[in-house]
């Protein structure tokens, strides 16, 4: 890279006072009107200079760092539950009225709980296919334990009807199971599972974590439940490789899938995982709603006991179930599962007349975490993960780690930190420099920040072509000739190419977040690996990695 070719800073530039809040840029080679130049007149990483002139402190990784301005983050939550814990006179009123009528339907609900399980239990033993947990490539459950099954659905359809579900709209037919193998439905709340348990008795696709709930695991076995661990790519293939396999064969029942990966308010649709869509089977989309007017269904930022209770103590519960057209799967070859969940999505929420959202599944999780730290208004929080993962390949255990970090920020109860809470996470202080890094994730001149411009600057940073090689002649920059390592004096002595060090526990925090290894010096594995971590910190050492050195006069 260019920068390897500037000459090393002097040393007896760096042992000048540093005692003013103005930078100037210092050099053997400075230019008379300002600019610095390298050794071989190399502009690219020069351009370092200008981030003491009020330019960007970025503009050495590209001819234009800046990110673009990301579409601005949508005000809706579709994640919240928007109904008051008793909803003021009337809720209280309904409430103590149906108190006789709660108790009654708890019973109805455990009874039928109970006869369903026993049923389940009963076409389960012998099974070997189902022994435990159902295995891959077993087969389809025989008639006879099929047949025993409807014991356990009807005792959903008595479970639905113990949380006020007396009567369901349903508009449309499901197809014919040849036509259209695989199902695909929004998610609002927990009785949607319970309804299509009843009404298909489908195989589905579950979370891992599902096995492990009483009652609920050994059902959904019988169901030849398709396990996913989201978060495993290689759980995820063999997912997608069992949804294959049971839809292209008539013997297994349809498949069943919640593509959204969790529940939503029913207000959006957020973005779809492919999993259903990657095999090119049709699909036949149906939408779940909950019309109401006092009481939201939806299993969203509430817990499931207080949703329950709220189920139970409500005179009728109202749900509308519609099968909508089958889609079929591009013909183009070259259009992938990404379209063909677009098409599917688009139909479901013009059936539902909402949103498509870039929300995700890891935007419920960034709200839940926040909560759990004990932050207000959490939905502030999310970054529509969808567009982030699309635009900059972003994965979910990345997002969540810089959250924890922004969380250790000290937020205000809008969700946003302003810059000297940003760097005394760091140890450093609002330095000029530090201020320009700052600003570079302000872009609306408001002197805070959100977690979702923090992410998309961090990402963005991490893309430039040059950032990798960047970083490593940073490496080699700063550490001494001969080393292999970067020690705690050879890091304050590469911030002086830039800004006043900080104080000495400020400097030990610093160099405590370099050294990831916690080995008492900075490999170059380490700085690298930091740097990916908070790719903005590059640019502390352009001074070093450009053979300039800034000094601040009194």
Request: hydrophobic letters at 40%; one cysteine or more; a neutral charge.
């Amino acid at each position: 890279m260019a920068s390897r070719n500037h000459g090393p800073t002097p040393a007896s530039s760096l042992a000048t006072p540093l005692l003013s809040d103005s930078i100037t840029p210092t050099t053997p080679t400075r230019a008379a009107n300002g600019h610095a130049r390298g050794h071989d007149g190399d502009d690219d990483l020069c351009a370092a200079a200008s981030v003491c002139d009020g330019g960007d402190p970025f503009a050495f990784l590209s001819g234009d760092s800046r990110p673009p301005r990301p579409p601005g983050p949508s005000p809706a939550d579709p994640f919240r539950n928007r109904t008051p814990w008793l909803g003021g006179p009337y809720g209280w009123a309904r409430t103590l009225l149906l108190a006789p009528v709660a108790a009654a339907r708890l019973v109805l609900f455990g009874l039928a709980i109970a006869i369903g399980y026993a049923a389940t239990w009963v076409a389960l033993r012998g099974w070997t296919d189902s022994r435990e947990r159902p295995r891959e490539g077993a087969g389809p459950m025989p008639a006879w334990r099929r047949r025993l099954m409807w014991v356990t659905r009807l005792s959903a359809r008595c479970i639905l009807f113990s949380f006020g579900y007396h009567w369901i709209t349903r508009k449309g037919r499901p197809a014919p199971r040849e036509l259209a193998p695989i199902v695909v439905s929004n998610h609002v709340s927990y009785i949607d599972p319970i309804y299509f348990f009843y009404e298909l008795f489908p195989t589905i696709v579950s979370s891992d974590s599902h096995d492990a709930i009483p009652f609920v695991g050994t059902i959904i076995r019988a169901m030849q439940v398709i396990y996913v661990d989201r978060f495993s790519p290689a759980s995820r293939k063999s997912a997608v490789n069992e949804i294959k396999r049971k839809a292209a064969g008539n013997s297994f029942p349809r498949v069943l899938l919640f593509p959204e990966g969790t529940t939503t308010n029913g207000r959006f649709l957020i973005s779809f995982q492919h999993g259903a869509f990657i095999p090119g089977y049709p699909v036949q989309p149906v939408v779940v709603r909950y019309p109401h007017v006092h009481f939201d269904q939806s299993w969203g930022n509430i817990s499931l006991i207080a949703l329950m209770f709220k189920m139970f103590t409500q005179f009728h519960n109202f749900m509308e179930v519609e099968y909508l057209p089958i889609v079929y799967p591009p013909e183009i070859k070259q259009e992938n599962a990404l379209h063909f969940a677009e098409n599917t999505s688009y139909a479901m929420a013009h059936a539902l007349n909402v949103l498509p959202t870039s929300y995700s599944y890891a935007d419920s999780m960034i709200a839940s975490r926040a909560e759990e730290a004990g932050k207000a208004n959490c939905s502030s929080y999310m970054v529509e993960m969808a567009w982030v993962k699309e635009v900059y390949g972003v994965s979910t255990a990345e997002a969540m780690e810089l959250l924890e970090h922004f969380l250790a920020m000290n937020p205000d109860s809008d969700g946003r930190v302003k810059a000297q809470d940003f760097w005394a996470l760091f140890g450093l202080y609002c330095s000029p420099l530090c201020k320009k890094i700052f600003h570079y994730f302000d872009f609306e001149n408001k002197e805070s920040i959100t977690f979702r411009q923090f992410l998309v600057g961090c990402a963005h940073l991490r893309k430039q072509p040059l950032f990798e090689g960047v970083c490593e002649t940073a490496f080699e920059k700063c550490k001494a000739p001969g080393t292999s390592d970067i020690s705690l004096a050879q890091l304050a002595d590469a911030l002086r190419s830039g800004m006043l060090p900080p104080a000495d526990d400020g400097m030990l925090k610093l160099f405590e977040t370099f050294d990831i290894d916690d080995d008492d010096k900075i490999s170059r594995d380490d700085f690298v690996a930091c740097l990916a971590r908070f790719p903005f910190m590059i640019a502390l050492f352009a001074g070093r990695i450009n053979g300039e050195v800034y000094i601040e006069i009194v």
